[in-house]
T-cell receptor
């Protein structure tokens, strides 16, 4: 966890876009992931990006990767109340995943 | 396709007692992981299996934690004896490709 950092909290109004940021330290990371965790549940894979890509879009989700700065972001368009959860960024080096501490996203009406 | 199954979902024990968790990975997934997630933190890898062999157990506190995957499918994680600081959610994940799929976890409370 200490190799991956995220801001702890984000509050967003319903219908607005959310942007969750993440920085990592391992330049040899092959894949970077975003997982979502709802209360009492396991981690649900949202999306991932290969390290040679800059951007990946999947419906309401857009992932941006700045490999030079080791910065990853997740943008959620048209944020809904069901998007309230903890979002984890994770980097993969070889077979191991290292997770950040998670960003708690609260969607307010 | 059925997901990763874990049981029990919740367990409360007193310190110095023993506890075991069970995981059934997604069918056909050769690789299985156990993670510990302490409240307010991200998951931390405890052990990784490839089929029935251990690939990485460098973060497993071997004086009290043990895990096995005898037939290369189901796995059990045991803690003996438990300490207060073992209170956490224990997550099992499996994969056959580049993506790990997680179970719902077992929430352990040690009193």
């Amino acid at each position: 966890g200490e190799d991956v950092e995220q801001s702890l909290f984000l509050s967003v109004r319903e219908g607005d876009s959310s942007v969750i940021n993440c920085t990592y330290t391992d330049s040899s990371s092959t894949y970077l992931y975003w997982y979502k965790q709802e209360p009492g549940a396991g981690l649900q894979l949202l999306t991932y990006i290969f390290s040679n890509m800059d951007m990946k879009q999947d419906q309401r989700l857009t992932v941006l990767l700045n490999k030079k700065d080791k910065h990853l972001s997740l943008r959620i368009a048209d944020t809904q109340t069901g998007d309230s959860a903890i979002y984890f960024c994770a980097e993969r080096d070889d077979y191991k995943l290292s997770f950040g501490a998670g960003t708690t996203v609260t969607v307010r009406a | 396709e059925a997901g990763v199954a874990q049981s029990p979902r919740y367990k409360i024990i007193e310190k110095r007692q023993s506890v075991a968790f069970w995981c059934n990975p997604i069918s056909g997934h050769a690789t299985l992981y156990w993670y510990q997630q302490i409240l307010g933190q991200g998951p931390k890898l405890l052990i990784q299996f490839q089929n029935n062999g251990v690939v990485d157990d460098s973060q497993l506190p071997k004086d009290r934690f043990s895990a096995e995957r005898l037939k290369g499918v189901d796995s059990t994680l045991k803690i003996q004896p438990a300490k207060l600081e073992d209170s956490a959610v224990y997550l099992c994940a499996s994969t056959n490709t580049d993506t790990q799929y997680f179970g719902p976890g077992t929430r352990l409370t040690v009193l």
